[in-house]
């Protein structure tokens, strides 16, 4: 199954509105900082110097619980479609938190960097290392079970995503980023 361009579109709408309700929630700060939320030490989150909340890990369970609700609705399930449901939900972790810096009038797109975003204490040609995981999965998940042509698949969702980025930070720069 290959997902059509509007079929993107529709997710990309999606980490978009997460990301104005998470500015929304968190305010200028991130990571939950001033949320009245537990703090959970995972090893996983430990090695890469922070810990999870209690929201951000009830948010992740219900964005993939979400993701897989086609799935659940229609009594339709291959690995086909769960490696789909799996990579589109690893690409849009990446795309929402990036919207969050971008559209968050309490940062600055300069400051997404080494130390200047406390929670993400990893970083790699540019991104924090998460992102880089969360793209690398998205990408090469399919190749295990599918091949070569999978990849080239899951580039073209990649690239797709990376427009759509793109184009929101210039037309947020252009027609929003003074008025709110």
């Known amino acids: ?5 509007g079929q993107l579109f529709y997710l990309f709408i999606l980490g978009l509105i997460l990301a104005l309700l998470e500015i929304e929630i968190e305010g200028t700060e991130g990571w939950a900082k001033n949320l009245p939320t537990k703090k959970i030490k995972f090893w996983w989150y430990a090695k890469f110097g922070k810990e999870v909340t ?29 490696l789909l449901v799996l990579t589109q939900y690893f ?15 309490g ?9 200047g975003v406390p929670w993400y204490a990893k970083w790699f040609l540019g991104l924090p290392v998460e992102y880089w995981l969360a793209l690398g ?3 090469f998940l399919p190749a295990v079970f599918f091949g070569l042509p999978a990849v080239i698949i899951q580039l073209e969702y990649f ?9 929101t930070i210039i037309l947020f720069f252009i027609f929003a980023r003074h008025r709110l």
């Open 107 to 115: 940062f600055r797109l300069r400051n997404f960097k080494r130390g």
């Open 91 to 105: 690409f849009f972790l990446v795309y929402w938190d990036f919207l969050w810096f971008v559209l968050n009038p």
């Open 1 to 5: 199954m290959v997902l059509e361009i």
């Open 159 to 167: 690239l797709t995503y990376l427009s759509l980025t793109i184009l």
């Open 54 to 82: 209690g929201y951000h890990l009830a948010l992740q369970v219900f964005l993939l619980l979400f993701f897989h609700l086609p799935l659940v609705l229609f009594h339709n399930f291959s690995l086909e479609l769960e």
């Open 137 to 139: 999965v998205g990408v």
